[in-house]
């Protein structure tokens, strides 16, 4: 059996990645995912991450990040590809450089060699990017304070989201960015549009 497919959903909060990641895990039967907090220590990791009461610098933020998604790569996702199993990840490492990097100012140079010391060669065969203005993600969303990320001023947003395009921009071949704002069944076409024109990566 050969390798399985790994697909990764990025996209900032309310853009539908996580509605969209589940419904393609569940159609192609592949193992779902989703960073950060997918283990038992990833989930310990989250508390403190997300907690906005809980004061920490942006690396020591990066690299809680980094410890969780090493962990995950090594303990879920590696061995589910290695099976033959195709994965399907809600957020991977290029929500590190956008929302630490471009979002919070960390050296992207610094994270792009702390992230492959993390991941090694788990890297995904594409990413989808579902991209929606601020203004549409603030209609969808009710703001939760006490999260770390949710309670970031628009501006922050506005460079994660700049930052999310400049990502896919430098990197075509593996990326595919969809509007996230149109409706939810013409998203999904367009989704799988995208996924029925690739091969496996053992093709």
């Known amino acids: 059996m050969g390798r399985g497919l790994f697909l990764v959903f990025e996209g900032i909060d309310a853009s539908g990645k996580s509605t969209h990641a589940r419904r393609v895990a569940a159609e192609r039967g592949a193992l779902f995912a989703f960073e950060p907090g997918d283990t038992a220590m990833g989930a310990e990791l989250r508390r403190w991450v997300l907690d906005a009461q809980t004061s920490m610098t942006p690396t020591t ?18 061995p589910a590809l290695a099976s033959g199993r195709d994965v399907v990840c809600d957020r991977y490492y290029a929500s590190t450089l956008a929302y630490q990097g471009y979002g919070r100012g960390v050296d992207l140079s610094e994270l792009r060699s702390a992230t492959a010391l993390a991941i ?27 999260d770390r990320f949710e309670s970031a001023d628009l501006a922050f ?35 799988d549009a995208v996924l029925a024109s690739m091969s496996r990566p053992d093709a």
């Open 61 to 78: 933020e990066s690299l809680l990040m980094l410890t969780d998604r090493s962990h995950h790569a090594a303990t879920v996702i590696e």
């Open 120 to 146: 090694g060669s788990c890297r995904p065969d594409v990413t989808i990017l579902l991209d929606v203005t601020l203004e549409v993600a603030e209609e969808r969303r009710v703001r939760n304070h006490e």
């Open 157 to 191: 947003h506005e460079r994660v989201r700049a930052g999310y395009l400049d990502l896919a921009a430098q990197s075509e071949d593996r990326w595919v960015v969809v509007d996230g704002a149109a409706s939810e069944e013409e998203v999904a076409r367009r989704i």
